[in-house]
Structures are given as C-alpha cells and as structure tokens.
C-alpha cells in the first residue's frame, strides 16, 4: 500500500524515467531525378513465375559527344525509304567564316562525253603573247578543191596537197649567214702580226687618230633604241660612216682598245639593218615586177625568183624568235611585218598573171572565131597549147597561195574563172 501511495505521488513521479516510444517507420524512398546529360537508370527487373534467372540488362547506349566549339556536327544518318530507293544526297555543308567553298562535283554527261573544262578564275592573266599581224589575205574555201579537181583531169592524178618543193642552197644557209664577225683566232692573229710589221703600228694610230670619233659612236650605240626601221637604217648609216675610215682587218682591234665598247650590240645593229634592207629590196623587187606578154617566159622568170625568196623566207621563219629575242636584248625592235608585205605582194604578182592569162586567151580565141571555123583540124592544138598554160599559171598561184597563207578577193575571183576556163577548154577537146 505504501508502494502504490509512492507512485501516485506527482512529485516522485517527475523523478522517475519513463522510456520514449518507437519511432516511425521510415518513407519510402523517392524517385531520383536524371541530371542533366545523364542516363535515366534502367527499372527494376520483376522476378520470374518459374524462377528462372532474369536475363541481363541491356548496355547502356554510348553518351553524345559534345561538339568542339568552332566544329561542325556531322549530319545525321539517312533514313531508309519504303521502296528501297537510294536516299537522297546529304545537303551541302555551309562553310565556315573566311573559308572558301568546294566548287560543286561535274555532272555527268550522258554520252559519256568528258565534262567542259572549268571557266578560268576571276583575275587571272590574261594572254599576253604578241599580237597576230593584220593582213588583206585570208584563207579559200575553194582554192585545194580547185586544184585538185584540175589537177587530176590535166595529169592523171588524184595527189592532194601541194607539191613538194625543193630547198635552195640559200635557204639551207638561211638569211644571217654564218659570219664570224671579223674575229680571227689567236693563231691567225699571230701569224699576220709576223707577216706584217706594220699592222700593230695602224692601229696604234688609227686608236689615237679616231678616239674622239670612236668615243662619240660609243655612247650613240649604248643609248640607242627604235622600233622604226627607217630610224635603224638611218642610224646604222651614221655608224657607218664614223667606222668607215678605220682598215677592215683591224676594225675589231681598235674598237677593243676603248674599255666598255658595246661591240655585241654594234653587231646586232648591223644584223638588224643588213636582215632588213635584203627583205625590203624583195618587197620593192615584187612590186615593180612588169607582168607582160610572152606570158610563158614571164612565169618562167618569176617561178625562179619566186623559188629563191620561198626557202629564204620559210628559213626566216623558223628562227624568227629566237632573232628577236636577240635584237630586243639589244633594244631593237624588228619589224617583222615586213614578211607579211612580201607574201601580199607576191600574191599580187600572181594575181596580174592570171589577168594576163585571161586576157590572153580571150584574144586567142577571138582571133581562131575569125579565122576558122570550129572544129577545124587547127583549132585543137592552139587550145592544147593554151590550156597547158592556164593550168601552169593557176598551179603557180596555188603555191603562191600556200606560200602566203592566203588570197585577197582580187585573188579568189581571178582563180575561179581560171578554173572555169580550163574545165571549158577541156570539154571541147
């Protein structure tokens, strides 16, 4: 009774330890949120009805790269079509700031055909090589027809082309020779100074006699440059006469005694002038050419003539480059379109050939109108004669023609009535 009176006492029960109740049980756990850029974990497999072990998880997919800054991603892969159809080209990659873009793939041609060449890019250089000179000449539509056609009904043949020409020794040797330029060899040199005593002593005074002379020519030829060939001829006249009194043979000696002598362009100078004044004379010799009767004799003459300037011009020709790169080392610029004033000028001569022809066989056969009677036993050799001519003279225009690389209108009209008054001759033998 005393126990049960102690414990309802409110004061000793303050003193006395009570034990604190259980605690709650805990939440359950909630659902993590992926962060971001990560992978979403897989769910909790269920367990099987029979027991049976679950099969593994799948592996997880790789993790997108992020891309560099400055790159481009790669386009995505191409979706398949339904109708198993080849997709469509990715579309193009547009460049970057400050690049430059691909030039697009050629498109294929259906003939098989290989593509156009590209356009050429903006700025590039344009042609800077010499310009073509202009001249009245052009080539024939009809001229190698004609000539074949004719040639094969007056010589039995169907040979196309020109006929082969032969070379003249001249054009084998070419228009600069082969000069030495006064130069003799140290052995040579020797053996005149043995010879003769007084050499050395002439050109002792010929370089005290000339040095004010020479000294002037000197400066003159070092500053001198043209593009006129009158200029040039004038010049070298003046050279000329400064040199003249000096003795050939030691001409070479004395210019050597004075230190700086331009004496390789003193050269060039006389090549130039000499090249010139020989192809001048040829222009000069064409154009004051009589084209009178006998006609046969006249092609006779010019044929020869016409023979020796073909291979001395063609050899001309052929190292025209390389002379003129030597004279414009030495400031000289050579008129080369004096080549195409010989050509214009021998198809002139041609030309008034065939007008005498012509006009020939126009009287001839008035004059057999007048006298005879067609068909007379003395008729066809006179034509005979003629007709051989015509073709002679329509076969030296046609190598005129080829010579010149082409014909005037004066020329073309003249050739085809020459053509047509043969094939008449022809039908009425």
Known sequence: MAASSLASSPILASNIAVPPPPPPPPPPPLPMMPSKGSVPAPPPTKPLKNGAAPPPPPPPPPLPMMPLKGSVPPP???????????????????????????????????????????????GAAKNLGPKRPTTRLKRSAQMGNLYRVLKKKMEGTNQEGPIPEGRSSQARRGLTGNSNGGKQGMADTIAEITKKSSYFQQIEKDVKKHAKSIMEVKGAITNFQTKD???????????????????DEG????????????????????????????LDAIVTNLKIWKVVAPLSQLLDRIEHYFNKIKGEVEAFERTKDEEAKKFQTHSINFDFNIIIRIKESMVDVSSSCMELALQQERREMKAVENKKTPGSKTERPTKDCTTKLLWKTFHFAFRVYTFAGGQDDRAEQLTRELALQIESNLQHQ
């Open 229 to 247: 060939m009158t200029e040039l001829l004038k010049f070298h006249k003046y050279v000329e006469s400064h040199l003249e009194d000096l003795i």
């Open 251 to 278: 001409q070479v000696q004395v210019l050597a005694r004075f230190e700086g002598f331009p004496t390789k362009k003193l050269e060039t100078l006389r090549t130039a002038a000499a090249l010139y004044l020989k």
């Open 76 to 122: 995505p892969p191409p979706k398949p079509l339904k109708n198993g159809a080849a997709p469509p080209p990715p579309l193009p990659m547009m460049p970057l700031k400050g690049s430059v873009p691909a030039p697009p793939p050629p498109v294929p041609l259906k003939n098989g055909a290989a593509p156009p060449l590209p356009p050429p890019l903006f």
